[in-house]
């Protein structure tokens, strides 16, 4: 399946909600976000130098879920970060559609793994997701009104007065993704978003990461470890290799829809392959002997 005929399914609740058919705070259309022939390298010509990235190339359609996976030090994070604009390449090219990518934009939001370190502890709920709307002058009252929406989208409107510490875990990470679709971006970064999760939690995060996406039809960039959460989750599959000058190695399409399950046979044998191409990279087994 297709990114954006993906993008047209309805959502569990029935509702249909179109593509958005620009791009906002005035920047013109685009169908693809892309690296082309990227590569990375830290503390060039100097102690320590490490390329990260070499000539690495990636095209993402808009309103598409992309999973990124790979071993640790594979330079995941460092993709992430050349698209969210906080990070320049060495030599290559990172744009959304036809503009490049030189700064970071409330068009790109990122969503981190470490949602308590992310919150800001003496702010309330509400007042986290309000904050980067302040930044942006939005009146108190229209930021106050955008916020508790998004809290209900994520299920957190009756916790809206709560401090982070009186959030679970999992209801820290979902006042995290409320204040970033809160911005209302055109893509969505996250870096292990639920890796910190109890098992339960996290399945249950998944399915309403799902049913968000299907309905605001965002694009994710997606980066996990987990080759189960990859499959379950992803429209594309890309298996990184191991840094460093880490790449793309390759890419796996997932024509199975949602929801799926685990036992699904289309996600068996999916699963089976992207499991093979990571544990090349690791290069030992991944099954406990």
């Keep these: 399946m297709d990114p954006q005929s993906a993008s047209a399914q309805s959502d569990p609740s029935g509702s249909r909600?179109?593509?958005p058919a620009g791009s906002p705070q005035g920047l013109p259309a685009w169908q693809d976000l892309a690296l082309e022939g990227v590569s990375v390298t830290f503390n060039s010509g100097r102690a320590g130098e490490y390329?990260?990235?070499s000539d690495t190339s990636l095209k993402v359609s808009r309103g598409e879920f992309y999973c990124l996976l790979g071993p640790s030090g594979c330079g995941k994070t460092t993709v992430l970060n050349l698209i969210a604009g906080f990070a320049r390449p060495t030599s290559g090219a990172v744009r959304i559609g036809e503009r490049p990518i030189v700064a970071a934009g409330t068009d790109r939001v990122v969503v981190f793994q470490d949602a308590t370190n992310a919150l800001f502890p003496w702010l309330r709920a509400r007042e986290n997701v309000e904050f980067g709307l302040s930044i942006q002058g939005v009146p108190k009252r229209?930021?106050?009104a955008r916020a508790l929406r998004y809290l209900d989208l994520v299920g957190l409107?009756?916790?809206a007065h709560k401090f982070p510490y009186e959030l679970s875990g999992g209801m820290k990470q979902r006042c995290q993704l409320a204040r970033a679709l809160v911005l209302e971006p055109e893509v969505l970064l996250m870096d292990e978003p639920f890796a910190a999760l109890d098992a339960i939690s996290k399945r249950i995060m998944q399915k309403e990461l799902l049913r968000i996406w299907r309905q605001l039809r965002m694009t994710i960039v997606y980066i996990t470890h987990d080759v189960g959460e990859s499959v379950l989750l992803g429209q594309r599959v890309a298996v990184m290799r191991r840094g460093p000058a880490s790449s793309i190695k390759e890419e796996f399409s997932v024509d199975c829809p949602y929801p799926r399950k685990p036992t699904d046979e289309v996600v068996t044998d999916i699963y089976a392959r992207?499991?093979?191409s990571l544990q090349d990279e690791v290069g030992v087994?991944?099954?406990?002997?």
Excluded: F, K, N, P
Excluded at 285 to 289: I, N, R, T
């Design 51 to 53: 390329r990260a990235l």
């Design 17 to 19: 909600t179109a593509m």
């Design 274 to 276: 992207v499991e093979a």
């Design 157 to 159: 409107r009756d916790h």
């Design 142 to 144: 229209e930021a106050s």
């Design 285 to 289: 087994s991944l099954y406990a002997a």
